[in-house]
């Protein structure tokens, strides 16, 4: 069945290789990503590649809320059904930095971000006869804890890998809820690690460090392919609010499952939606 695929981040490392492999599929892709050339570049590679795919790309800055919104409104006019979404879009700074918004950068853009675009796409997913919600998490959530302090105070970290933690947590928590909110619609939300990934995101990592990183790391197609496979097995039709690591179900960190943190971290983050 051809669906019709958003992916956040979809123009490099494991983001492009879910767009290439859904569009080799016979999906349409719809690559949302920052960088307007490199998508660009994406498009026409994925195009060489598969003959045919019906694939596009359109800019999206997810550190800046009024630009999600000109996104969404742009998209919405031209697609108003969306069969999977996939908030995969991600970003890790080795010094805590602060956007524009005057959010921490990576739980501005991962979280917030992402939250920011759901709320406003999310009638389009329900709209699908089957919708899909994807989010790229991580192993690395179990070092986060959720203190609303450091979401504009990034001195609050300890350090980055904290904050780093603590946006991935908010990924999986996000899932939890988002899933509890959508039981009675015909949508299914959860949430994967693509595990140890070579990909553009250590970039601001020491060129020889990263380098030997990347040594030892997975492919960005093997990182890909838990998400591939969430998009369109049948399995998923029903399966929602779950955490998978390698194609295999995991439980994630205890606060991870906690629901009562998921509920207040929602009510922050949509107090965080008005104030903006």
Do not use: C
């Amino acid at each position: 069945m051809s669906r019709t695929v958003l992916i956040t981040g979809g123009n490099s490392g494991i983001g492009y290789e879910m767009a290439l492999a859904l569009a080799k599929g016979g999906n349409r892709i719809i690559i949302a990503a920052r960088d307007e050339a490199k998508s660009a570049a994406a498009v026409e590679k994925i195009k060489a590649a598969s003959p045919g795919a019906q694939i596009a790309a359109v800019k999206l800055d997810l550190a800046d809320f009024a630009q999600i919104d000109r996104f969404a409104d742009y998209l919405l006019k031209r697609v108003p059904t969306i069969d999977v979404l996939i908030l995969n879009a991600g970003m890790y700074t080795t010094k805590l930095q602060t956007l524009p918004s005057g959010y921490e950068a990576m739980i501005g853009v991962m979280h917030f971000g992402h939250f920011r675009l759901a709320q406003r796409l999310l009638d389009a997913v329900v709209a699908a006869p089957q919708g899909r919600i994807i989010v790229t998490s991580s192993m690395m959530h179990k070092l986060g804890r959720i203190d609303a302090r450091s979401f504009t105070k990034p001195s609050k970290h300890l350090t980055s890998m904290h904050a780093y933690g603590q946006a991935k947590l908010a990924n999986l928590l996000f899932v939890r809820e988002l899933a509890l909110r959508l039981k009675n619609t015909r949508v299914t939300v959860n949430a994967f690690h693509p595990g140890a990934v070579a990909t553009d995101i250590y970039r601001q990592l020491p060129a020889p460090l990263a380098r030997l990183m990347k040594a030892f790391m997975l492919t960005p197609q093997q990182g890909a392919d838990t998400a591939v496979w969430m998009a369109t097995d049948d399995k998923f039709r029903t399966v929602t609010g779950k955490y998978y690591v390698n194609r295999s179900r995991r439980h994630g960190s205890s606060t991870s499952r906690d629901m009562d943190v998921a509920a207040r971290l929602w009510r922050l983050s949509e107090k965080a939606m008005k104030a903006t």
